[in-house]
C-alpha cells in the first residue's frame, strides 16, 4: 500500500503486519471489571505477529499490556460514562481508515488476495500438507499458518508460475507476489469503481497572466550562421578577414533558430554564447568559443536577435494554474466534487480539508489537495471493498475496534484523573494556589498551575524525610524538613508525579479475576496483605525484579503506613544489594537509619550500610564514619563485635580479616 498510509491516525499505525483469522470461538481469559479478555484478544495479537514469534510465550507479554490497558479502560467506562458518545464518534471518523488497512494487510498481503473462508475451505481440503501446530502454539492453524495456506492457494490458481517455483525461490517468489498485489490494487479497483477525478477550473488563473505578464514571456530567440571546427587554429584561418555577412555565409551553415538558455540542436547547452550575444548585438561575429557538451570550437554570425513576447493565453494556461497551485491550492468552495464515482460524487473539498486539519502544522504544506485526493481515494477504495467482502464483521476487525476503544478510554484516565488535577476537586487547588502562589506557583496562571498544585496537595510527609535523610548537604542551613519543605517539593515534585499517580489509580481500578492461568498473567493487586504476599512470594522465589518492583509499588501506594514503610526500604536494600546496585541498596540502608533512629533494630541499618561501603563500593572512610556512628549508639549489639572487627579491619588496611582467615583455615587443617 502506498500513500493510504500517511494519513492514517497514529492508533492505526500499530496495524501494519496484520494477518487474518476465521472467527474464534471466544473463551474468557481473564474478567475485568464488568468486560473480560478473550481468546480472540490473544488471536489478534498472534496474527499480527510474524510467524516465528506467533506462539502463546512471546504473545503473553502483549496479552498482559492489552489486559492492563483494558483494566484502565474500564475504570474509564465508570468513571467518564459521559464520554461514550464522543468516542463513539471518533471510531466513526475512523473507520474507514481502519477498513483500508485490514483490507490491505489482511486480504491484500497476508491472505494474498482471499477470503478467510476460501483460506479455511483450502486448509480443510489438504489438512495432510500441514502439520497441526495449534496444540504447540495455542493457536488455530489459520492463524499460525495463514502465509502457507494462503501462498500454496495463491500457486494452485497459478500453475503457470507454479511450475516455475521450487522449495528454495518459493519465499523470495511469494514476496514478489504480495508487493504487487498491493502495488496493482489501487488501480484495479479505481477502474472496477470507475473513479473519475474532477479537472479543477480556476478563473484566479487567466487574471494572474494578465497581471503578470512578465511572467508569460517567450525566451529570446537567435537567428544564427555558424562555423566550427575540432581544431581551434583551423578555424581561426578559416574567418580570417571576414566581416561581412555573405563572406560568413560562403562558408558557414544556417542553424535552427535557438532560444536563450535552451540547447541548441547538434551543439547541447552553450551559456558562453548567450554572454556573447547579450553583450554584442545582432550582425556581429562572436569570437571563438568552445561549447561545453561537444568540445567543439564555434563561431558565430548574429543574423538577428527576436525579443521576448507575450504568450497567448491558450499557450500560458497550464503555466499559470502550475504557479498559482505552487504558491497554495487554488480556493475552493467546500462543496466542489474533486472525484466521482460512476459519475456519483465521491469526494469534494470540504473532505480534503477536513483530512489537512489532521495532518501535523509542520507536515501540512508537503500534503496539498492533490496529494490528499489521492490518499483519500485510495483509502475509501480499500474501505468499500473492505465492507463488499464483509471484512468490516470480521473477528479481527470487531476485536481491534475493541482494544483501540480500551486505548482511548485509558488515554482519558490517564488525561483527566492523573494528568491534571490528579483527582484533587477544583475548589481545593484554587485555595492552595492562592496560598502557596507567591513561593511555588508565580509566574504561572491557576490554569496552568494545576498539576503542580496538585502534587503539592498530595505528596506524603515520608517523601519529604526521605530526601531531607538521603540528601542532607544539599540543606546544610535546615534543622528540619517541615522548614524547608517548599525548597524540597521543588525538589521532588517530578519524581513524586508517578507514585502518587499510582495511589490515586489504585483507588479507582476495577477488580480482576484471571480464568485462564496458562497465560501466566499477572495483575499487582491493591490490597496491601495481597501485595506484601506477592512481593515475599517473588522474592522467596528468586524473582528479583517482581519483588523489587512489587515493593516499590507497596512504598508507592502506602506511604502512612510508617511500619510498612521502614520493611519496604529493609526489603529493597537486601533485593539491591543481591542485584548489585551497591548505591541504592546503602541509601535504602541509611533512610531505615536516619527515618526510624531509635526503632530497637536500626543498628542492623548501620551494620548493613557499613558493610556494603566498604566491602562492595570500597569506600572504607565512609564505612569507618557509619561503624562508629553505630558503634556509639548501639554499644551492645549483636552486631556490635562485628562492628568493631570491620573498624579495626579498615584502620589496619585490611590486616584484621586477613589474620581471622588465616587462623580459621589453620583451624580447619588440623581437625
Avoid at 481508515?97 to 473462508?117: D, E
Avoid at 479505481?190 to 480556476?202: A, D, G, H, W
Amino acid at each position: 500500500m502506498r500513500s493510504i498510509l500517511i494519513s492514517l491516525s497514529a492508533v492505526s499505525a500499530c496495524f501494519i503486519l496484520l494477518g487474518c483469522s476465521t472467527a474464534p470461538q471466544d473463551r474468557v481469559i481473564a474478567k475485568i471489571g464488568n468486560t473480560s479478555l478473550y481468546s480472540s484478544d490473544a488471536e489478534f495479537l498472534a496474527a499480527i505477529r510474524p510467524e516465528a514469534y506467533r506462539n502463546k510465550t512471546t504473545v503473553a507479554a502483549d496479552l498482559q499490556q492489552t489486559a492492563d490497558t483494558r483494566r484502565k479502560a474500564e475504570t474509564a467506562r465508570v468513571l467518564y460514562a459521559g464520554e461514550q458518545t464522543s468516542i463513539q464518534k471518533n471510531l466513526a471518523d475512523s473507520e474507514e481508515n481502519m477498513l483500508a488497512q485490514i483490507y490491505a494487510f489482511f486480504y491484500l498481503q497476508t491472505n494474498m488476495g482471499h477470503t478467510n473462508k476460501m483460506l479455511a475451505d483450502y486448509y480443510k481440503k489438504n489438512k495432510s500438507r500441514y502439520v497441526d501446530s495449534s496444540s504447540v502454539l495455542g493457536f488455530p492453524p489459520l492463524i499460525t499458518l495463514r502465509e502457507k495456506i494462503a501462498a500454496d492457494l495463491f500457486l494452485e490458481e497459478n500453475p503457470e508460475l507454479a511450475a516455475q517455483v521450487n522449495d528454495s525461490s518459493k519465499a523470495a517468489v511469494m514476496d514478489s507476489c504480495r508487493r504487487a498485489i498491493l502495488s496493482s490494487e489501487p488501480d484495479r479497483l479505481r477502474k472496477l469503481y470507475k473513479v473519475e477525478i474532477v479537472e479543477i477550473q480556476s478563473s484566479g488563473a487567466e487574471d494572474y497572466y494578465k497581471a503578470h505578464p512578465e511572467e508569460f514571456q517567450t525566451k529570446t530567440a537567435y537567428k544564427l550562421l555558424s562555423v566550427s571546427d575540432p581544431d581551434s587554429s583551423a578555424l581561426a584561418k578559416k574567418i580570417k578577414g571576414i566581416s561581412a555577412r555573405e563572406d560568413f555565409a560562403k562558408i558557414a551553415k544556417e542553424m535552427p533558430i535557438a532560444k536563450q538558455g535552451h540547447a541548441i540542436m547538434d551543439i547541447g547547452m552553450f551559456p558562453a554564447l548567450d554572454e556573447e550575444i547579450s553583450k554584442l548585438g545582432a550582425k556581429k561575429i562572436t569570437q571563438i568559443l568552445r561549447a561545453p557538451d561537444t568540445q567543439a570550437y564555434h563561431v558565430f554570425y548574429i543574423d538577428s536577435i527576436i525579443a521576448p513576447q507575450l504568450k497567448p493565453w491558450d499557450r500560458a494556461k497550464n503555466l499559470a494554474k502550475s504557479i498559482l497551485e505552487s504558491k497554495g491550492d487554488i480556493p475552493l468552495d467546500s462543496s466542489v466534487v474533486l472525484a466521482k464515482i460512476d459519475s456519483i460524487p465521491f469526494i469534494t473539498e470540504k473532505d480534503v480539508l477536513e483530512e489537512q486539519a489532521k495532518i501535523h502544522p509542520v507536515r501540512r504544506a508537503m500534503f496539498r489537495r492533490a496529494a490528499v485526493l489521492n490518499i483519500l481515494i485510495e483509502k475509501r477504495i480499500y474501505a468499500k471493498a473492505a465492507r463488499e467482502k464483509s471484512l468490516d464483521k470480521s473477528s479481527e476487525y470487531l476485536t481491534w475496534i475493541r482494544q483501540v476503544t480500551d486505548q482511548i478510554y485509558a488515554q482519558i484516565l490517564m488525561d483527566s484523573l492523573l494528568t491534571t488535577t490528579l483527582g484533587i476537586p477544583e475548589d481545593s487547588l484554587k485555595v492552595a494556589y492562592e496560598a502557596e502562589k507567591d513561593s511555588l506557583f508565580l509566574p504561572k496562571s491557576f490554569e496552568d498551575s494545576k498539576q503542580d498544585v496538585a502534587v503539592w496537595l498530595s505528596i506524603p510527609d515520608i517523601s519529604y524525610r526521605r530526601e531531607f535523610a538521603l540528601n542532607k548537604q544539599n540543606y546544610e542551613q535546615a534543622n528540619s524538613w517541615e522548614s524547608i519543605k517548599r525548597t524540597i517539593y521543588k525538589s521532588i515534585k517530578y519524581k513524586e508525579l508517578a507514585n502518587i499517580q499510582e495511589r490515586v489509580l489504585a483507588k479507582k481500578i476495577v477488580p480482576v479475576a484471571i480464568v485462564d492461568t496458562s497465560w501466566g498473567l499477572e495483575f499487582i493487586s491493591n490490597n496491601l496483605a495481597e501485595l506484601v504476599a506477592q512481593a515475599k512470594a517473588g522474592y522467596d522465589n528468586r524473582d528479583l525484579q517482581k519483588a523489587k518492583t512489587l515493593w516499590e509499588k507497596v512504598r508507592a501506594l502506602f506511604p502512612q503506613n510508617d511500619s510498612l514503610q521502614k520493611a519496604a526500604s529493609y526489603e529493597l536494600a537486601n533485593i539491591y544489594q543481591e542485584l548489585e546496585s551497591y548505591g541504592l541498596a546503602v541509601n535504602e540502608y541509611r533512610a531505615v537509619a536516619e527515618l526510624w533512629p531509635n526503632e530497637p533494630d536500626a543498628y542492623k541499618a548501620y551494620f548493613m550500610q557499613g558493610f556494603v561501603l566498604s566491602e562492595y563500593e570500597k569506600k572504607d572512610s565512609l564505612a569507618l564514619i557509619v561503624f562508629e556512628e553505630m558503634l556509639k549508639k548501639f554499644p551492645n549489639s549483636e552486631l556490635s563485635d562485628d562492628a568493631k572487627i570491620m573498624v579495626e579491619n579498615i584502620k589496619s588496611g585490611g590486616k584484621v580479616l586477613e589474620d581471622l582467615i588465616k587462623k580459621i583455615e589453620a583451624s580447619s587443617e588440623k581437625e
